[in-house]
């Protein structure tokens, strides 16, 4: 799930912008992303993002899918 926020905030505002949000190193990033916890990675890009139009993204296609899944 971590994985999952990290390329749908990606898809809109682009891997290397994602990356940053974690580390300038981008293995290094990878990593943190990987060892956090699905809800401090979803936490972190809805707050720390630079751009407001890709946290909001994230959060928008995040509740759609949850909306979906109800169906």
Known sequence: ???RYAV????????????R???NDKVQAANIINSMAP???YSTLTTRHPSAESRR???KVNTAQKNYRRR
């Open 1 to 3: 799930t971590s994985r």
């Open 21 to 23: 949000v974690f580390s």
């Open 39 to 41: 809800g401090d990675v």
């Open 8 to 19: 749908i905030t990606a898809y809109n505002g682009g891997a290397g912008s994602v990356l």
């Open 57 to 59: 993204y994230l959060y």
